[in-house]
């Protein structure tokens, strides 16, 4: 029984850490990289869409991406989404492609975003200990119908402990990666 309501909580962090990774991609580092524009929003016919349901976006050299609508008449509305998105990025359009320079980091731009990723780390690390709450929760309901005995709930804290502390352990390790990739000049 309680090795379901572990298992449950495993794929919940994982779940959690994928998002992390995802999010983390986001993030500039001074390489080029489709992830850092492909959500941005455009208007498109009034409401706002994706920019990769819009236009393929390709990298091909380390500081440039490339932006290719796959209607002409949205380019101007394309390069002041991307302009717009706050990223740092100015986009140049030729009337039929838009280029995305991606300029070198200033020691400051760097720091700024060590803060950002390190105040959303926290908020993983928060959601990782909201799942051993539930997963907690979950077993002591199970002991309060008989289906757990005492003995049972502690060894199945124990273990819903511990990985909490490997997930959370993981969570920092990606993190710290992400900081020596930003600041890495």
Do not use: C, W
């Not at 236009?55 to 991307?82: C, F, M, T």
């Not at 975003?113 to 539930?134: L, P, T």
């Amino acid at each position: 029984m309680s090795a379901e309501v572990l298992e449950q909580m495993k794929q919940e962090m994982e779940q959690t850490l994928g998002s992390l990774r995802v999010e983390f991609s986001k993030v500039r580092t001074g390489r080029a990289s489709t992830a850092l524009i492909q959500g941005v929003m455009v208007k498109y016919y009034g409401s706002p869409t994706p920019l990769n349901q819009l236009a393929s976006l390709s990298a091909p050299e380390a500081r440039l991406l490339v932006v290719q609508p796959y209607e002409k008449n949205i380019i101007g509305d394309v390069e002041k989404a991307i302009y717009q998105a706050d990223l740092g990025l100015t986009p140049v359009n030729d009337g039929k492609v838009i280029r995305v320079p991606i300029p070198e980091l200033t020691e400051e731009r760097r720091k700024d975003f060590v803060r950002k990723i390190r105040k959303s780390a926290e908020g993983y690390r928060v959601s990782m200990r909201n799942h051993r709450r539930d997963a907690n929760d979950y077993l002591k309901e199970m002991q309060k119908e008989k289906e757990l005995t005492e003995d049972e709930l502690h060894a199945a804290q124990d273990r819903v402990q511990k990985m909490t502390n490997e997930y959370i352990e993981k969570l920092d390790h990606i993190l710290k990666l992400k900081e020596e990739e930003l600041m890495a000049v």
